[in-house]
């Protein structure tokens, strides 16, 4: 051990155990898991009550994915209620390991991982993989509690020592290769003033990183850490014990340096630390030998980690010796751009260092220099100080860094001295104060910012730009900047806009600075200009600060997408609250409405209590919102008579926006509670629909106005006011919403029973108004069936057929569309087309044939079908040629029987007749329908017109009996009766008779009736 004894690195050791048990002791409590199954993902909640530093790492190289989620707490991870729930989740273990706390989740493979933290819960949700949730049959558990001691930092190295007549420069530990090419000088300066002592260092604020990787690394390429700022930010960085140390003099600066490079995830996360004055920032370099250098300043610096060897030209400290005797020693270092001397105390070696910030990249001291009275450590900006003595005096001169105290530094008998190497001061009654590693919450500092407010806004706005002309090219940006945040603390957007734009243009580099990024996003929220803010309010380096939700709620409500918006608000109303006036109730009021359009009415109150406390500053455009809101919210809350109270007189406000909005809100809310009517609902929708143009109001009340319309039975009209409304406010969330209402409406019409009740022309003009809500698939040809199926009863068979037409050329396939031609070839010959009907028959047996079907009873069809078109085309031999080659059922022998009797062939009508007649057994014992009495009567025309007198006569003695006791006895008996009995008047009833009979109809109409997925397969 080269700085620490053996003793002194033992008893440092065990103060460290002690400490830690203590803390276990005492604070050591319990983390409950949950454990809940939501739609499509299982969530495991950490609720420790606040907010708990955390780092998940995912293993998926075995057979199961494991998710291992490090919380920095000395609790006691608690597995009591996660119980019950095995969907996504095989197993829970929980360990405990010094200040670390474990959870490891076995979860699916193919299982998707996301996290955050809300409210002191940090959560985790497993999505489903693609194949749908597994369930598990058990939940094994495997608890293993430990609480280790910490492992100690790594032991600090010793520097060489070296000779004092002259800093001595050792290369071997140069990590960033600067040589010092400095001589000698003497300057003549003041002797610093005996107050100029060393200072007592403050007890140093630390934040630990989420976890601290203790395991060596090595880059192999170059990786940048970006810091940046609004405001001029001094820089100290540094190497010490093979940790980089970023010391800035911002303390109001929260945001935390950036590491950027291919290999950014082998860095380990850096650790914390609140100096009073200023932050410092701790990252453990890689094993490897590295150079490290600094680039830029002022409001963005850039500190380069390369592999690859860098020489740089660093400012060395020059000898000098003051007074009247010239007998008093001090060095100086030539920091010209030195900004400020930050004292704090090593958290691991306990002793004071003086970090000097600088504004510059090129002032920096470069490597170690050991002296006996102090020790420079290895600097890559500006430059640290340990010091060896008391009565150190360390001050800044205007042109660098001096250092003495009132006797001299020892630098004349460099010989007589010996070098001294840096002792390790242990302090017991110092213990290390942890803070959590949060996320910060804030990023905007508008109490500061605001500068006295409005009442003195001309007057410093007036100061800090007169000031403009003296200042440097930095100053000058600093200084814009400032009056951009002045603006915007102010409430006055486009005067930050403005001043953000000059700031970019004096500085491009600003582009990538967090803090103008996210002013810029506020200013654009403010000023209305949603799409532009919301590119910089959703930059990824946002992501962390809390306060960011809030306007990134505020903005996407602001774009209509209140959806999105109640995802990203939040339960803490806390940083609201504390803005100034000017602001509070602008964010206070949107958010308030993002609630309760999420149905969380009670943190909408929440919001709502920030305005109310301040109503009577409010001008009476925010009054009327206020109102409003708070209308909304007695609504929810069921408190209808407390809502109307205050939407009433707001329909007669000058606030044109508010007097619609509650116009809107009221006639849907008295049509919900039965009040008014629905007509009487439709004529208030009519006045307020036209009242405001131009945003997504109109929208919502052309939106509403459209449903009343389509749940009134006006579908075409309800239909084109929804498009209409639709097209106002095109690619939002509610132009989304409509159309998915507008297609539900369509379907409903013509999927249900609703289109029996619809006139069969207002159907027809629907479905070709909006022919492209029409749903894909099945339930799309269902939708077109439907129609044509109403307009075939209706008798509008050109229209159903054309389209039929359609479902077979372009939608249906296979037996559908065969089914579904042969189908249509009926409703032609229904409506006396029998080309048409052959074309469709054709159609059929092509479709058919292309799938190498074989539907016989579908054949069959086919064939009658086609013999009737034949016949209706004048082709009557053909057609009984057809039929002849048919097994002779009911339906062939009809069908010949009717193509006989209309070609006047009576002898093949009577036959078939005959036939039919027999295949009904018809008894003459029993009464017959009239059916088989029309059949009867029918065979008798055919006999007599064929002139088979004794057929004739047989049938007529046959059923002479049976038949008088129908309806048609009268008839059947001038068709019968003997020949020298007959008289013209028979005649004419014969061929009244023949006009009349169509003895294939009865097919056609129960086949064009019958809808295709119904006929017999």
Known sequence: MSFFTRKQYTFAVLSAVAASLLIAETVLADIPVRVSRKDDHTRVVIDGGKSLPYNIQIDNTGAEKHVNVSITSNEKINLSDAKNQFTNLKSIDASTSGNTATLTLHVPTGSDIRDFDIGGRIIIDINDPPGGPVEYTANIRRINT??????????????????????LVHDKNNHDGAQANHDDETHETALPEEHNSEPEAPKTNVVYATQID????????????????????????????????LVHDQPNNNIPPQIIGPKTAKFPDMERFDLGEGIAFRLKLPENNVSIYTEGGTLLWRVIITPEKHTAVSKSPERQFLGPNKDVGALFWPLRS????????????????????????????????????????????????KNKTDNLGIRLTGQGVLVTNADGLNLTKPRDIKSRILEVEEKEEEEKKKQQDTEFREIFNFDRWIMGGPAHLVKNEFVLLSSLKDRDDAGRTEDILSLAKLSLANNRSIETLGYLDYALAELPSLSENIEFIALRGAANTLAGRYKEAVTDLFYPGLN?????????????????????????????????????????????????????????????????????????????????????LTGESHRQRGEIKRAIALWEPLTQTLDKLYRVKAGLALTRLLYDEEMITIEEAIERMELLRFSWRGDTLETRANYQLGLLYLKNGNYLRGLNILKRAAKLTPDTPIAERITQDMSKAFQDLFLTETIDKLPPLEAVSVYKEFQELTPPGKQGDTLISNLAERLVQVELLGQASSLFDYLIDRRLKGVDAARTASRLAAIYLIDALP???????????????????????????????????????????????????MRQDDDVLRLRADIAWQEGKWQIAAQSLELLIAKQRISIQSELTDEQATMILNWAVALNLSDERRALASLRNRFTRAMAATTRAKLFEVVTRPRQSSRISDRNTISSIVTEVDLFRNFLETYRETKPDELPN
């Open 835 to 885: 080309d048409k009907a052959m074309k469709a028959l054709n159609k059929a047996r092509r479709i058919l044939g292309e799938a190498g079907q074989v539907v016989p009873d579908l054949a069959r069809d086919i064939n009658l079908l086609e013999a009737r078109a034949l016949a209706d085309g004048g082709n009557t031999s053909r057609a009984l040629e057809i039929l002849s080659r």
């Open 544 to 628: 962390k600060y809390e306060e960011a939700m809030h306007w990134r709620a505020a903005t996407l409500a602001g774009l209509g997408d209140w959806q999105s918006a109640g995802k990203s608000i939040i339960d803490d109303i806390s940083v609201v609250r504390d803005y100034p006036h000017t602001l509070r109730h602008v964010l206070a009021l949107p958010l308030a409405e993002v609630a309760l359009r999420a149905g969380n009415v009670k943190l909408a109150d929440a919001y709502l209590t920030i305005p109310k406390a301040m109503k009577d500053e409010l001008n009476r455009f925010d009054k009327a919102e206020l109102d409003y």
């Open 338 to 385: 030195a900004t400020n001397i930050i004292t704090f105390r090593d958290p691991d070696a306990g002793d004071d260092i003086h970090a000097v910030t600088v504004s510059d990249s090129s002032d920096f001291a470069g490597p170690e220099r050991n002296f006996v009275e102090l020790y420079q450590m290895p600097s890559f900006a500006g430059t640290v100080i």
């Open 214 to 245: 203790k395991d060596a690394y090595s880059i192999n390429e170059p990786h940048v850490i970006k810091i940046s700022a609004t405001e001029t930010l001094g820089l100290s960085a540094f190497n010490r014990f093979g940790y980089l140390w």
């Open 146 to 167: 430990e609480h280790n001691d910490p492992p100690p930092h790594e032991q600090p190295h010793t520097p060489e020592p070296a000779q004092t007549d002259a800093p």
